[in-house]
């Protein structure tokens, strides 16, 4: 049930275009993701989704098991039908939450201690928990229970949540029974080269069906991701899809394509989408600023989501000024689709053999319109 076809690569770069074979569906790849956290993408209904050719969806185990519980989703019929999406879904495992939450985390080789964000119970998470919860929600993709370590670390904080991250993926793989699912192992290492290829050999040892690429846009530099991106490349199975876990800047995903990634998700185009910044085909845009009081042009031209086909940048800063619902919709509705456009657009040009001018014209177009 779950297949992965590279269809053309980029000889100067290693750019990848492929397929991606689930049970619901076929996912074309590069592909970005949009973050489903609990079972809906903030601000946007599964027609519209579908309507800016959404692939593939992701929720999180965490919130999920939270709420309203992995029991109650299962008796639904599973996530797909809980909440109305027929296509692929993507499940983080949690881990990411025993980073973020840190403060209210106790961490052992064991497990995670963890009190909930919405009110202090005590919750034991671990690999053997972490897959039961996805394997309840039903996703077609499960990701390995891990330790994404913060920025900066230390090279011994780093190899302490490198050596447990192989060890809960060895946990993981074991408890993971459900033959519907593809499970995903997890490279970490932070920005340590010998770290990271100490968890790459060690991960892929375990011959998951896909690889998550943990612990980075979480602070570092630009240019230590893509170091760390190329030193992957050269020694991850090409055979495998790499999901770069966490990445939406528009810079960040052309350049993890030009280095081998396969797969993106991240909250970033639909919080700033909700607070009035938006990508557009030259650039980051806030909306908000006074320069577009009297702008009564579209968003931007090259964009045919539903936004920039209808409405004008003076009346967005309207809306937002006026605290309007529909400010959030239709700027999360446009900063996915260019998104998903962007990816796609990188997918077309790796197979038309022309990725390096995209790259190059992508570069040079997309700048930080900063504006008060």
């Avoid at 970033?268 to 650039?283: A, D, E, I, K, V």
Wanted: with cysteine.
């Amino acid at each position: 049930m779950f297949e992965f076809t590279i269809q053309a690569v980029c000889p100067q770069t290693g750019a990848r275009a492929g397929t991606l074979n689930t049970p619901h569906g076929v996912v074309r790849t590069p592909v970005f993701m949009p973050v489903g956290t609990v079972a809906t993408v903030k601000a946007m209904t599964v027609r519209e989704l579908h309507e800016i050719e959404t692939q593939i969806l992701l929720g999180n185990t965490y919130h999920l098991y939270l709420r309203p519980g992995a029991e109650i989703v299962a008796e639904a019929g599973g996530l797909h039908r809980f909440m109305g999406w027929d296509c692929p879904i993507l499940t983080d495992s949690g881990g990411f939450q025993v980073f973020s939450l840190a403060a209210l985390n106790e961490i052992t080789d064991q497990e995670v201690l963890c009190r909930s964000h919405l009110d202090g119970s005590l919750h034991a998470m671990s690999p053997e928990w972490a897959m039961e919860v996805q394997e309840l929600l039903g996703s077609d993709i499960a990701m390995c229970f891990d330790q994404c370590g913060p920025f900066p670390a230390t090279w011994e904080q780093a190899q302490e949540s490198l050596i447990r991250t192989t060890l809960w993926a060895e946990r993981s793989q074991k408890a993971h029974s459900r033959p519907d699912q593809a499970l995903f192992g997890i490279v970490q290492g932070s920005i340590y080269d010998d770290l990271r290829l100490r968890s790459a050999k060690e991960i892929t040892e375990l011959d998951f069906p896909g690889y998550g690429i943990g612990g980075l846009s979480v602070g570092e530099p630009h240019e230590d991701m893509y170091r760390i991106l190329e030193l992957l490349d050269d020694v991850m199975p090409k055979d495998k899809p790499r999901y770069l876990m966490g990445v939406g800047y528009p810079p960040n995903i052309v350049e993890g394509i030009a280095r081998g990634v396969d797969m993106f998700d991240c909250v970033l185009p639909t919080r700033n989408g909700r607070n009035g910044t938006l990508f557009t085909s030259f650039g980051r845009v806030n909306i908000k600023a006074q320069r577009y009081e009297r702008d009564f042009t579209s968003l931007d031209p090259e964009c045919d989501c539903y936004l920039c086909q209808n409405f004008t940048r003076a009346y967005l800063r309207h809306l937002y000024r006026c605290g309007e619902i529909l400010a959030a919709r239709l700027c999360t509705w446009h900063n996915l689709r260019y998104t998903l456009r962007l990816a796609a657009g990188a997918r077309e040009a790796i197979l038309a053999g022309t990725f390096p001018e995209f790259r190059e014209r992508f570069n040079a177009s997309f700048l930080d319109c900063k504006a008060s």
